[in-house]
Nanobody, 117 residues
Framework: QVQLVESGGGLVQPGGSLRLSCAAS????????MGWYRQRPGKQRELVAT???????NYADSVKGRFTISRDNAKNTVYLQMNSLKPDDTAVYYC???????????WGQGTQVTVSS
């Protein structure tokens, strides 16, 4: 079965950086659009960034210029480099996969990112 396993979350000070990773298994990774979503306390889950099979990236306005999504098809892994972190970035970050031209979607279990001094 499909598994998405996130790692790299933690506590970081404002202005700091973190890199999240999501390792995928049980799927043909290169055929999927991969993404990161987050759920901030008291708010609905929201899109952070996506990257297509052709490596076209899309970002939420709130993270443009600070976050970078990338993928390594040889390692079946998608990354989210987060720089200039703000307390408002505190959230559980979820990895997401969607088989392109399909309704099949998958979610990881989430990883906590806390930005605080």
């Amino acid at each position: 079965q499909v598994q998405l396993v996130e790692s790299g979350g933690g506590l970081v000070q404002p202005g700091g950086s973190l890199r999240l990773s999501c390792a995928a298994s049980g799927m043909i990774f290169r055929l999927h659009t991969m993404g990161w979503y987050r759920q901030r306390p008291g708010k609905q889950r929201e899109l952070v960034a996506t990257i297509t099979s052709g490596s076209s990236a899309n970002y939420a306005d709130s993270v443009k210029g600070r976050f970078t999504i990338s993928r390594d098809n040889a390692k079946n892994t998608v990354y989210l480099q987060m720089n200039s972190l703000k307390p408002d970035d505190t959230a559980v970050y979820y990895c997401h996969a969607q088989l392109e031209r399909s309704i099949a979607i998958y979610w990881g279990q989430g990883t906590q990112v806390t930005v605080s001094s």
